[in-house]
Nanobody, 125 residues
Framework: HLVESGGGMVEPGGSLRLSCAASGFSFRYYTVTWFRQAPGKEREGVSSIGSVETRTYYTDSVTGRFIIFREYAEKMVYLQMNDLKPEDTGIYYC????????????????????WGQGTQVTVAS
């Protein structure tokens, strides 16, 4: 399964690093994606990283501010979030997919086999 951590409350312009820890499956072969869900909104894909090829994708609103990376030996995926904005507020989930995903489908929720329980990120003054 997947377990997220690292959420919290931060002021605009601040930074947080989210962590996603995997267990119970062959993590290194999975695409891992961070999704977020703001109150009253649909869950959306934020950033994704491929398995062997380590392709990375970002939604437009976080490009240049967020960085996704993974540590294979530790079975971890991280999301470094910089210059946070109030609109980044939401519950952040990590998810893992056994399929190789690409730019056209990495944010499709039904592609994912495993989901974490989520971690709250709040950006406010």
């Amino acid at each position: 399964h997947l377990v997220e951590s690292g959420g919290g409350m931060v002021e605009p312009g601040g930074s947080l690093r989210l962590s996603c820890a995997a267990s119970g499956f062959s993590f290194r072969y999975y695409t891992v994606t961070w999704f977020r869900q703001a109150p009253g909104k649909e869950r959306e894909g934020v950033s994704s990283i491929g398995s062997v090829e380590t392709r990375t994708y970002y939604t437009d609103s976080v490009t240049g501010r967020f960085i996704i990376f993974r540590e294979y030996a530790e079975k971890m995926v991280y999301l470094q979030m910089n210059d946070l904005k109030p609109e980044d507020t939401g519950i952040y989930y990590c998810a893992a997919a056994s399929d190789v995903l690409d730019r056209s489908n990495w944010s499709f929720k039904d592609k994912y086999n495993y989901w974490g329980q989520g971690t709250q990120v709040t950006v406010a003054s």
